[in-house]
């Protein structure tokens, strides 16, 4: 099917490991992609592929990815992480998903 | 540095074709797809359609009736034109620069900075 599942909420405490996953048949063909964003921003691209992380991107963020889910793990979660999660693929007929997203709060 | 730059108009009328353009720099148009997302209020991103530097569409099924998506390499800029507005339009539109890295793999490496974008008569 063409859709990506995304918790809705996460919480994390400051300086704890936190994954965010992405939940959809085209893993099984296609990695995904993460965006941050955070409130009144445009999305910043922060993962791609099995474990590629933009320069610039702090290397806390790591990725993963298995038969129908990707994940997006932060390790020694810090407070300016707090921030909106999206994942995007895209089906086998070209069709690029994002999933819902995720609300990451760093209590 | 690549940047993107949106401009167009935030207010339109219901039934009007709603028209957004992206000047790029810094980057050529070739080898690179370019989107365009939305975003409702409060809401999350949805992925209307990309171009490539040949001129070839890929749409939104839900959207692909109303949605085009053009390239002008000579402007270094691309547009979007979604028809037959309604308030469901309403939200903030980005464009992106997408990568192919492989078949399996792509993403949206640079952003514009949204255009808010209100329909209401």
């Known amino acids: 099917s063409s859709e990506l599942t995304q918790d809705p909420a996460v919480s994390v405490a400051l300086g704890q490991t936190v994954r965010i996953t992405c939940r959809g048949d085209s893993f099984r063909s296609y990695y995904a992609s993460w965006y941050q964003q955070k409130p009144g921003q445009a999305p910043v691209l922060v993962m791609y592929g099995e474990n590629h992380r933009p320069s610039g991107i702090p290397d806390r963020f790591s990725g993963s990815s298995s038969r129908n889910t990707s994940s997006l793990t932060i390790t020694g979660a810090q407070a300016e992480d707090e921030a909106d999660y999206y994942c995007?693929?895209?089906?086998?007929?070209?069709?690029?998903?994002f999933g819902g997203g995720t609300k990451l709060t760093v209590l | 540095q690549v940047q993107l730059q949106q401009w167009g108009a935030g207010l339109w009328k219901p039934s009007e074709t709603l028209s957004l353009s992206c000047t790029v720099s810094g980057t050529s148009f070739s080898g690179y797809h370019w989107n365009w997302i939305r975003q409702p209020p409060g809401k999350g991103l949805e992925w209307i359609g990309e171009?490539?530097?040949?001129?070839?569409?890929n749409y939104n099924p839900s959207l692909k009736s109303r949605v085009t998506i053009s390239l002008d390499s000579s402007k270094n800029e691309f547009s979007l034109r979604l028809s037959s507005v309604t308030a469901a339009d309403t939200g903030v539109f980005y464009c992106?620069?997408?990568?192919?890295?492989?078949?399996?793999?792509?993403?949206?490496?640079?952003w514009g900075q949204g255009t808010p974008v209100t329909v209401s008569s």
């Open positions: 171009v490539n530097h040949s001129g070839g569409t």
């Open positions: 992106a620069r997408g990568v192919v890295g492989a078949s399996w793999i792509y993403y949206l490496d640079y």
């Open positions: 995007q693929s895209r089906d086998s007929s070209g069709y690029r998903m």
